[in-house]
Every structure is written in C-alpha cells, then in structure tokens.
C-alpha cells in the first residue's frame, strides 16, 4: 500500500514499521501462512485515504463525467485511487461499461447489507491492493469480461467473500480472503461459469474456493486454512471441464485433485482433500481428513469408492456427482452444517457400515441420495438433532437395517419402488428445530414403495407421516411417539396398512385423511393396536380422519411378554461375578425389576433384545437371581436363575453328580469284590 498521503514524517516511520510487519496481512510459519486479523491493520491505513462518498458508474461516459483521470484506453485506464469508502450504501458500483478502469489502493466497508464492489457488465476492468472489510460480501461480478484482481485483502462476516458468474478470463492473483467470525466454512470464493480463468498465489482463512461449470479453470499455488476447494456440477452441462488444479494446501498438508485417472490406490491420510473428476476404479481408503470444506469430491467417475475414513470438522463429508456404482463403506463421518455423504445423480451405488453423525448447531441430512437409483443404503449408525438421518430421492432404492438416532427427520422418502426395510428410528428430536414437526418416517411423495418392518419409537412428535399410492406399510413397531404414530395425508390412495403394532402414540395412533386405504390383509389380519377395546366383545376399529377406514380383524396386546431360561450357572470360587443374559420381547414393553435372593436390586426400563445383569457372588455359596419384566398393559413374565459355586449342594450339580457316580462305582466294586469272595468262600 502506498504511504505519500501520510501528512508527517513521524507518521511515515510509524507505518513503515507496521508496514514491515503487516505488509500482506499475514506472517509465514513452517511455510503455512498464518493471518493476522485484517481489522488491525485496517485501523492503520484508513488514515491514509480520502474520504469519498460512494461511486456509481453506469456507461463509459460517467467516467469522464466525473472527472476521473485517464482515457480508457488499455495504456492509460480511467483511475480510481486512494479513496476510503464507508457507506451504507454499495462503495463502487460499476455497470454497462467496455473502456478500461482500474480499481487501486481502496478502502472500502459497507455499513449496511450491501456488496463493496459490485460490477455488472463492466468489462476490462483492474482491481488491485484495496482493503475490504463487510459484514455481509465483498466483491459481485456478473457478465463482466477480462478482469483482473490482485493484492486485495478482503475479510467479511458472512457468505461470500467475492462471487463472479458468466464471467470469462477473470484473472485473481495474490489476494487474500478472510472470514472474520467462527462459523464453518460459509464465505466463500464463487467463479461459476468463468471460462479461461486463473485463481493463483492466495490465502484463505476459513474460505472456500467455490468453481463451477466453468471449462480450462486454473487453481494453483493456493494456501488454505480451515476450508478448502470446492467443485460444482450441473445436469445440463458435459463433463468436459479440463481444470488444472496443482500446487494446493489446505492445513499444510496437499489437495489432491485426480482427472481422467484410473485403477490407483490413494491413502487419504496424506492428503488435506482428495478430488476425483472423471475417473475409475479409484480406492480412497484410511486415515483421517478434518478441517476443510469437503472432505472427498467424486464427480464423473465410475467404480471408485471410499473405505475406512475419518472425515471430521468438514462442512461436507463425502460427495458424489454422476458417478455410478459408487461404494462408501465403514467410514466415520463427523459434518458440522450440510451433508455427511451425499450422492447426485448416480446409480447402482453403495452406501454401508459407516457412521455419520451431526452437531447441534448445523443441521441438514447425514446420508443424501438424490435423483438416485438401484442404489443400497445399509447398515449404518446415524445420529444429529438437527439432521435427517437419511434422504432418499429415486427409484428401486434399498434402505436396509440402518438405525437412527436423535435426529430431525429418521428417513425422509419421495420417489417409486423404494423398500425401506427393517430401520430403527429413535428418539427422533424437535429441541433444536422450529416449527417443532420431527418424524420418524417422512414419505411424501412415494409410490409403488414397501415401508416393512421398522421400529420407530420415542419420537418427540410423528412416528410416519405419508403421502403416497400403491404402497405397502406393513410389520412396523410405532409405539411411544408423542405425537401420531401414522398420519395419511389427504390425495393419498390405495395403501395398504397390515401387521404393524400401533401402541401408546400420545396424539393418536393413527389417522387417514386418504381415501380407499386398507387397514387390513383382506383375509383375517390387521394391526395391533394398544387403544383397541377387546373386552367389550370382537368389533373392527375405526381409524379417525376422513377417509373413515375400518381395521376389519384387529387385535389387541393380550399376551405377557415373552422371556426365556437360561441354563443355572456354577462357578469356581474364585470368582466374584456372574453375568447372566435373558432374551426378552414383548410388543409393548416398559418395565424390568432384578431381584437377588429376594432382594430388589436393580430397575428400570426395558427394549426387546438382551438384558445383561453382573451379580456378586462374593457373599455365599448360593444366589437365586429373578427377572420380572412387565408390558403397558399391564402384563408380566418371570424367570429365576440359580447360581451355585461348585461343591455346594444342589440337585443338578454336575461336580455333585461325578463324585455320586464315582461313589456308586467304587460301592459296585466292594459289593462284587464281597460277592466273588463269598462265592469262594462256598465253594470251599
């Protein structure tokens, strides 16, 4: 920055010294660029500019109208320098010009929501070495050719530190951008449609480069803290893109950026980012990947796929673009706002065995298939309160045996032939999400689709809300939810509801504003249902709404809950505890009591499965353990188990047994040693 506009030499030593110190914003350690706050050096340099009120510039004319130097030409360009721009209103904004500008040695800050540069088909334009500080953007170009930016520093609070679209040779060298509050990753560098653009020699600081659909895009030689590179896609455009992406870092460690490569191995660990465009048969595997805006791009590339990952600290975890048979497996994703894997446009992918979790203060979808279809999601363990757990948008797609807790939204489903299948939601949340509507299953819309054999309990509001024809909702646990456990919306036709227990939903159990649902198989069967009246004789139960549907053969939870035996356990007496495991189910569970030789020791809830005890045998040779579980309705089953140390008596002990049969051997062999001497003794 020049210094001739300081008024004494006092002064001018004073910022020299600064000026040694500050002079690109930033320090260098162990070859990582280390950023000062912009905002201290600001407070220095404004003293140095003229104050000025904002520019507005529309058409070549207002440029000598207004009485800025030079011609227009490429030797001689209209000139504005030197000036400090603080304004509500946007500092310089420039439109509809083709004469050459320059844009030199600025500070500019908008007071209100506005953008500082804002350049709108203003070609041939120069901006270099201005300060720029927003709290809402920086620079906005649009339609607006052959423009340089070089040497600027820009720090904003929100979103976007420069965006330039439709914009073609746009060259931005040695500048750097700023976020200037902890929030992850929002401001961002946009170029979206920019051909024969170059992007080279910047820092950013919690900053993103965003480049989309944008052909022979160069980024070299990038420093990145805390963000990273991002690559967009569109539906309408060839993947004929030909970056050149090289020399990049982000945390100190190198982005890797893959095109048109096959059949290579990459150990993620060695990498900040790893982007792989129009590629195949590319295994990413191992190690951990944190701090960055996306953690793997994989964009036009098929049979690759991404194994033993840690993706932590990311905006976006792991995503995919129109990359078929795709396989994501056993990865560890941490997402802090957007989405944990996410694929687009792709088919006859894989998603399985990974765990996914998001925080509190983010919010959007764990696992996200759109547009997708023959694809699996399997196996995996998800968990974010402000999160859906899994999105699926398609066809023929497969939604297996995941479970689901503490999210937004357990599944959210729009599209034909989907088969959701044997999912556990639970504990879906409203606390950190207005308006409070969480669910556990979101079908809207969905046709030709199965829902089979889901457990979706203890949800703050909806167990399933559905819009859809043609489907199947059978076998399903809805019980405990506070609000309906399944809600049919209006337009919804020809579903059929069967086998599922339908218990304690606390705004109901379910209601269908459809028409020509069945409640029932046709033959015999239907739901069961916790509020269903059995003891005033056999009757069908109305489901409330208006479609006014009928369970023509319901049933009702008559049954105790179901626990099993397991075997008497002896044990050495060194030991001093005895684990023992009951199976217990029931379609309504709730409450368990251990007892120890009569003894309550221990209560509380229970879910079907396993309940595992530890008993101390410490105190005695001797240990009758009971369980007693119990059911809503009231309903309860018992089983005791004997724990005996071995050598105590007991009827079956099998150490007692070997000693009896030994006992009994040794008397058989006395009588018939007394017998054969007897005998002997006769014939004698």
């Known amino acids: 920055m020049k210094l001739h506009k300081m008024l004494n030499s006092s002064v001018i030593s004073l910022m020299i010294a600064l000026l040694i110190l500050t002079a690109s914003n930033s320090v260098v350690l162990d070859g990582v660029k280390e950023p000062t706050k912009m905002s201290d050096s600001t407070r220095i340099f404004q003293t140095s500019y003229t104050p000025h009120a904002p520019i507005f510039i529309s058409g070549n004319q207002d440029f000598i109208d207004q009485g800025w130097p030079g011609n227009g ?23 509809y010009v083709d004469v050459h500008f320059i844009i030199r040695d600025c500070f500019l800050q908008p007071t209100a929501l506005n953008y500082t540069i804002d350049l709108f088909h203003a070609d041939n334009g120069t901006l270099e070495e201005c300060e720029i500080y927003s709290e809402y953007r920086g620079i906005k170009v649009e339609y607006s050719d052959h423009l340089t930016i070089s040497g600027f520093n820009i720090m904003v609070m929100d979103w976007a530190a420069a965006s330039i679209q439709h914009s073609n040779d746009v060259n931005i060298t040695g500048c750097d951008f700023f976020e200037s509050q902890a929030t992850t990753f929002p401001m961002r560098v946009d170029l979206s449609y920019c051909e024969d653009s170059i992007v080279k020699n910047c820092f950013f600081d919690t900053a993103v480069l965003q480049v989309g659909w944008s052909p022979n895009m160069t980024v070299i030689d990038n420093i990145f803290v805390n963000g990273g590179i991002t690559l967009n896609v569109h539906i309408l455009y060839e993947p004929t893109f030909d970056y050149t992406i090289t020399g990049n870092s982000a945390n100190g460690k190198p982005i890797l950026y893959l095109e048109d490569a096959i059949n290579m191995t990459v150990n993620a660990d060695d990498y900040a980012q790893v982007i792989l465009m129009q590629c195949e048969n590319i295994i990413v595997q191992n190690g951990t990947i944190e701090n960055v805006s996306y953690g793997v791009q994989i964009l036009y590339s098929d049979f690759c796929s991404v194994e033993d990952l840690v993706s ?18 056993r990865c560890i994703v941490h997402v802090g706002h957007g989405f944990g894997i996410a694929l687009y446009y792709s088919h006859d992918c894989t998603v399985q065995n990974n765990t996914v979790f998001g925080d ?26 402000t999160f859906t757990g899994i999105e699926v948008s398609g066809y023929d797609c497969l939604v297996l045996e995941n479970t689901i807790t503490s999210c937004y939204c357990g599944i959210r489903l729009s599209g034909s032939r989907l088969l959701i299948v044997d999912n556990r939601i639970v504990d879906t949340s409203d606390d950190y999400v207005q308006p409070s509507n969480s669910m556990g299953i979101l079908a809207a819309p969905i046709w030709n689709s199965r829902i089979v054999h889901n457990e979706i309990i203890d949800g703050d509001d909806w167990g399933i809300l559905y819009l859809g024809n043609n489907s199947e909702i059978l076998s399903n646990n809805i019980a405990y939810n506070l609000g309906v456990g399944l809600e049919i919306y209006a337009g919804s036709t020809n579903n059929t509801i069967c086998f599922n227990v339908f218990g304690w939903n606390h705004g109901g159990n379910a209601i269908d504003n459809g028409f020509l649902n069945q409640w029932d198989n046709g033959m015999n069967t239907g739901n069961l249902w916790s509020d269903y009246d059995y003891e005033s004789g056999y009757h069908p139960y109305t489901i409330p709404g208006s479609a006014g549907s009928q369970d023509r053969w319901p049933d009702a939870d008559v049954y105790s809950p179901n626990i099993s035996h397991p075997d008497n356990v002896y044990f050495d007496i060194s030991v001093t505890v005895v684990n023992v495991t009951w199976s217990v189910w029931d379609v309504f569970p709730a409450q368990y009591w251990l007892y120890h030789n009569g003894e309550l020791i221990r209560q509380g809830t229970w879910r079907n499965g396993f309940l595992t005890f530890a008993i101390n045998v410490i105190n005695g040779p001797s240990h009758n353990v009971t369980l007693v579980v119990s059911d809503l309705n009231g309903h309860t089953s018992s089983d005791t188990v004997m724990l005996r140390l071995v050598g105590t008596s007991g009827q079956d002990n099998p150490y007692e047994l070997g000693l009896l049969v030994l006992a009994v051997g040794f008397g058989a062999v006395v009588a018939l040693a007394l017998v054969v001497i007897a005998i002997r003794k006769k014939k004698s």
């Open 73 to 95: 030409t490429e030797s001689n360009p209209f000139t504005i320098e030197g000036l400090n721009i603080t304004s509500p209103q946007v500092p310089i904004e420039i439109r």
């Open 312 to 329: 932590q600290g990311t905006a976006q975890g792991i995503i995919v673009h129109y990359s078929n048979n795709t396989q994501i497996s």
């Open 360 to 385: 509190a203060s983010g919010g959007s979808k764990l696992i996200y298939l759109a547009s997708c279809y023959d694809s699996v999601v399997q196996r995996n363990h998800l968990s974010g309160v």
